[in-house]
């Protein structure tokens, strides 16, 4: 079985306008500009920017500073209108980079290890510009043995972070954890990378090859390398994942701009093994075939030889497959969730450390019965 993935026609051009050279990528925004009506316009139309964003998903419109950057040596009338939610951008982000350097260093001196994950690497290694991508939180893991001690730590001076019962309560099922400050800003911390791999010991690979990276004001951070940040990008961003909400787009500008920063250092073989021991071979070739097709991303040969020949497991094909099924006959609903739940034990889960699979299957319907009374600030 392939997977498929078709883009709407706005988040095409968008996506497009933003991460194609300028050159190409001009013409597709122009015809966004034509779909909306601001094909010709005038500089003091109040409706101008309400007609651009309106009609489009929030993930499209987390596109317009990257599309501003992209375009701006264009000369396109348009795209100096950007501006604003350009600067923006750059200032929220200068908020979650100051209160990221408070965590790292907090970290360093309380002997916790600490990774950054997503957005900040993402922002000052390989955009290398804070006002291209928005972040809507901050994103830091710790080894798997020092997450009390991680807990706690954020919740004293000078952090001061909130967390929530809920998911104290369910600690040992989750991979992370918010912990929110009085200005809400919103600190995710990790014990794990991935929530399907919520177990001592899946994270090795990952602290085993982390990368040095110097924050603005010295402090010295850790990030994943730059195989592993790409496959993090496309697992967690896949739209296997996402089939029944809001589809996300930032993983396409994120593994784009990792590839073109980094390459040269990308070893392909280890991606896909990664891809097959953790479960996740259909996001990943899902992911690269939509940026090899859509977005002109190359490859290697031997890349493109394991997108063809390939196949994941039967397990995978069949959780997979179950994921963007939705019914509203309660009987159908029940057996497809236990079916899936049995699936996606088998396939994250089985011979690893942890509870048995009853158990397991037990505390995830528990969280979900639970999550109706959740004290977050916020829906995640």
Not at 106 to 117: T, Y
Request: proline share 7%.
């Amino acid at each position: 079985m392939r997977y498929y993935y078709q883009l709407l026609p706005d988040q095409q051009l968008l996506l497009k306008a933003a991460v194609l050279p300028a050159a190409e990528a001009l013409p597709y925004w122009q015809a966004y500009r034509q779909a909306r009506g601001v094909g010709r316009f005038s500089p003091t139309d109040q409706s101008l920017l309400p007609r651009l964003f309106d009609p489009v998903d929030w993930e499209s419109q987390r596109l317009m500073p990257l599309i501003y950057r992209n375009l701006e040596p264009t000369g396109d009338a348009l795209v100096p209108h950007l501006r604003g939610i350009y600067r923006y951008t750059w200032m929220k982000n200068q908020r979650h980079l100051l209160k990221m350097q408070q965590v790292v260093r907090v970290f360093n001196e309380a002997g916790i290890e600490s990774m950054m994950l997503k957005g900040i690497p993402l922002t000052l290694h390989y955009y290398a510009d804070a006002g291209v991508r928005m972040m809507g939180d901050l994103d830091v893991m710790v080894p798997f043995e020092q997450a009390t001690q991680a807990i706690a730590c954020i919740q004293r001076p000078p952090l001061n972070l909130r967390v929530s019962q809920y998911e104290t309560r369910h600690r040992d099922t989750i991979h992370a954890m918010h912990g929110w400050d009085a200005d809400k800003i919103d600190v995710d911390l990790h014990w794990h990378l991935l929530s399907q791999h919520a177990y001592p010991s899946a994270d090795a690979p990952f602290w085993n090859n982390r990368q040095t990276i110097t924050l603005p004001d010295s402090t010295p951070a850790y990030m994943l390398s730059a195989t592993h940040q790409l496959f993090h990008v496309l697992a967690h961003g896949s739209p296997l994942f996402h089939a029944t909400t809001t589809p996300i787009l930032r993983w396409i500008p994120d593994s784009l701009a990792v590839c073109r920063r980094a390459d040269p250092t990308i070893d392909w073989t280890e991606l896909a093994e990664l891809a097959r021991q953790y479960g996740l071979t259909a996001p990943i070739q899902l992911g690269l075939r939509l940026l090899t097709d859509e977005f002109g991303l190359a490859l290697p040969d031997s890349v493109h030889r394991w997108l063809h020949d390939a196949r994941p497991s039967a397990t995978e094909q069949t959780y997979y497959s179950l994921l963007p099924v939705k019914s509203s006959n309660m009987l159908s609903k029940a057996y497809r969730y236990i079916r899936k739940q049995q699936l996606a034990y088998n396939l994250f889960r089985k011979g690893k450390p942890g509870p048995s699979q009853i158990r397991w299957m037990y505390k995830q319907a528990r969280m979900r019965y639970d999550w109706k009374n959740h004290d977050l600030p916020y829906d995640v």
